[in-house]
Every structure is written in structure tokens, then in C-alpha cells.
């Protein structure tokens, strides 16, 4: 098994910033790839960012290239999503989770989540 919690959401105003992390415990040896994911009110969950755990390989939604960055520290279990220039529309919580798969785009996939940590973003 895998724990995941998550910390930093928050209450931001358009173009700002905020950095979102990401403790994982456990079994940890066994991660292949951890990914952020969210959902806003009424829609479904949407991928937003994904990073090999070994490699360190990134993957974005195209509508977050560029503001958007994910790491990972290893010695620290812990991967991180830096968000800059931050729009309304980025408002949802935020959800952590790892996979024993390399289907870095693919909910289903991943096996373990955090429970999730709200950025609302103010117009």
C-alpha cells in the first residue's frame, strides 16, 4: 500500500502562484509514475500533470504547458505541482496519486489517491 497527502491549496488571485505537494508513504519502491490530477464542481476528473518516477519524464495538459511544473524529490518521497500565472478557471481540488503504470494520462490506472486539497482561484 501507498499513502498519499497532499498540502498547499489555497485561495489565490488570478496570476498568482501556488505550489502544491505531495508526501507518498508506504511501499513506495513499488511507484512507476505519480500524477496530479482535478476536478471541478459538476465536470469530471481531468489529468493535469505527471512525472516518471524513476526517470523523471514530464507530462502536461496543454492547457497548463508553460505554467505549470512538476518534480519530485526522491530522497524525500515527495513531488510537487508549481503553479504560475494562475487563471479561474484552474479552480478544483487537486488530487495526488501514483500508478504502477506508465498510462501517466489515464485515471483508472492509478492505484492509490490522496484526498484532494482545493485551489480556487479568484477573477
Known amino acids: 500500500q501507498v499513502q498519499l497527502v497532499e498540502s498547499g491549496g489555497g485561495l489565490v488571485q488570478a496570476g498568482g502562484s501556488l505550489r502544491l505537494s505531495c508526501v507518498a508513504s508506504?511501499?513506495?519502491?513499488?511507484?512507476?509514475?505519480m500524477g496530479w490530477f482535478r476536478q471541478a464542481p459538476g465536470k469530471e476528473r481531468q489529468f493535469v500533470a505527471a512525472?516518471?518516477?524513476?526517470?523523471?519524464?514530464?507530462y502536461y495538459l496543454d492547457s497548463v504547458k508553460g505554467r505549470f511544473t512538476i518534480s519530485r524529490d526522491s530522497s524525500k518521497n515527495t513531488v510537487y505541482l508549481q503553479m504560475n500565472s494562475l487563471k479561474p478557471e484552474d479552480t478544483a481540488v487537486y488530487y495526488c496519486?501514483?500508478?504502477?503504470?506508465?498510462?501517466?494520462?489515464?485515471?483508472?490506472?492509478?492505484?492509490?489517491w490522496g484526498q484532494g486539497t482545493q485551489v480556487t482561484v479568484s477573477s
Open positions: 512525472i516518471s518516477w524513476s526517470v523523471g519524464s514530464t
Open positions: 508506504g511501499r513506495t519502491f513499488s511507484i512507476v509514475t
Open positions: 496519486a501514483a500508478s504502477h503504470s506508465t498510462r501517466y494520462y489515464y485515471g483508472p490506472s492509478y492505484d492509490y
